[in-house]
T-cell receptor
Framework: NAGVMQNPRHLVRRRGQEARLRCSPMKGHSHVYWYRQLPEEGLKFMVYLQKENIIDESGMPKERFSAEFPKEGPSILRIQQVVRGDSAAYFC???????????FGQGTRLTVV | KNEVEQSPQNLTAQEGEFITINCSYSVGISALHWLQQHPGGGIVSLFMLSSGKKKHGRLIATINIQEKHSSLHITASHPRDSAVYICAVRSGANSKLTFGKGITLSVRP
């Protein structure tokens, strides 16, 4: 059973471009969470999704950021028109229903130049 | 005030020492997680606790629900234990995690 898979591991984008971060949860896990770790700061919640539904997006910036978890395929975190302040490590975690155990991916390190 | 506070912020120890990292929280929780992150690396879940005590190898985690406090102990510390240790709490079974800022531990040989 493969762990939570995130890709790419490293992503470099120029200001104004789009960034797409992918997360494939562990097999059997229907809950996906995205967290952001800014340089020298702690982890912050962004969004919680189940298949085809956004459950809690209270941590998502109001503009440029969106997330989805389609019926088929990985969860996608999309950042439009990236700015330097978006440079961070983005972590995905998945959990099975009801248990609350958290399994994290290796993260995607986004650098905006 | 943050919902999750960790102390000390940075910690240096000699190999072989017994280490304690503390975490206090101010909200009601369903579970508390201890996580480990090596520099530039991913995040590994060490423990999930809702009561009492858990042990895995040289690591021991305890939680006191009444006092809203948890500790992570490392026995016979080793340089490979050098990492950031993060405490996180969850208010419901599948709700989001709220994190402390993490403790940077350095174990010298």
């Amino acid at each position: 059973n493969a762990g939570v898979m995130q890709n790419p591991r490293h992503l470099v984008r120029r200001r104004g471009q789009e960034a797409r971060l992918r997360c494939s949860p562990m097999k059997g896990h229907s809950h996906v969470y995205w967290y952001r770790q800014l340089p020298e700061e702690g982890l912050k919640f962004m969004v919680y999704l189940q298949k085809e539904n956004i459950i809690d997006e209270s941590g998502m910036p109001k503009e440029r950021f969106s997330a989805e978890f389609p019926k088929e395929g990985p969860s996608i975190l999309r950042i439009q028109q990236v700015v330097r302040g978006d440079s961070a490590a983005y972590f995905c975690a998945s959990s099975p229903p009801g248990l609350g155990e958290a399994f994290f991916g290796q993260g995607t390190r986004l650098t905006v130049v | 005030k943050n919902e999750v506070e960790q102390s000390p912020q940075n910690l240096t120890a000699q190999e072989g020492e017994f280490i304690t990292i503390n975490c206090s929280y101010s909200v009601g929780i369903s579970a508390l997680h201890w996580l480990q992150q090596h520099p530039g690396g991913g995040i590994v879940s060490l423990f999930m606790l809702s009561s009492g005590k858990k042990k895995h190898g040289r690591l021991i985690a305890t939680i006191n629900i009444q006092e809203k406090h948890s500790s992570l102990h490392i026995t016979a510390s080793h340089p490979r234990d050098s990492a950031v240790y993060i405490c996180a709490v969850r208010s419901g079974a599948n709700s989001k995690l709220t994190f402390g800022k993490g403790i940077t531990l350095s174990v010298r040989p």
